[in-house]
């Protein structure tokens, strides 16, 4: 089944990035007429900064859909959830509004 998390990519990068010593970068790009001119910058990247022997080198870092234990897609703030049961949806999500997804058009407005 699908279901709408409302505001769950917050939480969720919360809950992946826990315990880890991560760096978060908003930046601007090359594009002239960009938003991030004006201080809209593009963000957050989540990075983690390792030392290599005297260099230091960022890598960044992406939720990994496998290790969720579930399939999603970001809608804006809110996540597009695909599980089996309503018991694979983790916990910290479980506080969040949460809608069942019958119609995709129901997502466009
Ligand atoms: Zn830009």
């Known amino acids: 089944m699908k ?3 409302v505001d769950g990519v917050k939480p ?5 990035l826990r315990g880890k010593n991560v760096h978060i970068k908003f930046v601007t790009c090359g594009k002239e007429d ?3 001119k004006k201080g809209y910058r593009h963000g957050p990247y989540y990075y983690i900064r390792k030392k290599i022997r005297n260099a230091t080198k960022d890598y960044y870092v992406k939720l990994p859909k496998e290790k969720l234990g579930f399939q ?3 809608v ?3 996540l597009l959830v695909e599980v089996q049961d309503v018991e694979q949806i983790p916990d910290y999500l479980k506080q969040l509004p949460i809608f069942m997804v019958t119609d995709k058009l ?4």
């Open 72 to 74: 999603y897609q970001v």
């Open 3 to 5: 279901l709408l998390v």
């Open 106 to 109: 129901a997502l466009r407005q």
């Open 12 to 16: 969720l990068e919360e809950h992946f």
């Open 34 to 36: 960009c938003k991030c």
């Open 76 to 78: 804006g703030s809110a």
